[in-house]
């Protein structure tokens, strides 16, 4: 399978290509097969191109060195290094519960039928704050997070199941699954990035038990 990124060049190079045939020997579009020659090099390649660029762009936007690119992620990125187990993201980053290099893409996207291109809309929201709005001191969740989105690898899992908490009430796992009561209650897993109390923390390095 051909990478995106050398698909693109690839598109690129022949647009460019079939556009300076077009421009130094023009008079070749009085041809039929120069008039073909003349739609893919002004229309069907350039759009081929913007194609193969965004499928590029948007396989490139689930990474988490792509999230944490932005400065104010940051602090983000260095909550998922934190030496403590109450931290959530932390805890899944640094035992492969979500693939390291997509683990901000894995627990932010919906898991939905269109989640993936909500997120990105969500992305271009951010980009525009970050150049034209003003950037909060405490980034927040434009709603409130999903269980929807911690079930979708935890529910049903043994592990999950074999929690007192999660057996200790009735209705408790219907109640968490219909989002009546949210995974993030004060006393469950509450602790998230908390990038305001990050300064004296321990930090985990990777490779390191």
């Known amino acids: 399978m051909v990478p995106p990124l050398a698909l693109l060049v690839g598109l690129l190079a022949v647009t460019i290509l079939l556009l300076l045939v077009l421009v130094f020997k023009p008079s070749i579009t009085r041809a039929p097969g120069g008039k073909i020659l003349a739609f893919v090099a002004l229309f069907l390649a350039p759009g081929l191109a913007v194609v193969a660029g965004g499928a590029d762009h948007m396989e490139n936007s689930k990474r988490t060195e792509f999230c944490l690119s932005c400065h104010v992620m940051g602090p983000y990125g260095r909550s998922l290094h934190v030496d403590d187990a109450e931290y959530i993201p932390a805890v899944h980053y640094q035992n492969n519960f979500v693939p390291r290099d997509e683990a901000c893409y894995t627990c932010h996207t919906d898991y939905v039928m269109y989640g993936t291109l909500r997120s990105k809309f969500r992305g271009l929201r951010h980009i525009a704050v970050q150049y034209f709005g003003t950037i909060p001191d405490t980034i927040k969740l434009y709603t409130p997070y999903n269980n929807r989105e911690c079930l979708h690898c935890h529910g ?49 390095k990777e490779g390191q038990p």
């Open 156 to 204: 049903g899992a043994r592990k999950f199941l074999k929690v007192g908490a999660h057996r200790g009430e009735e209705n408790f796992l219907a109640d968490v699954t219909s989002g009546k009561r949210s995974c993030m209650e004060s006393g469950c897993h509450d602790v998230v990035h908390n990038v305001h109390e990050l300064k004296d923390a321990s930090v985990w």
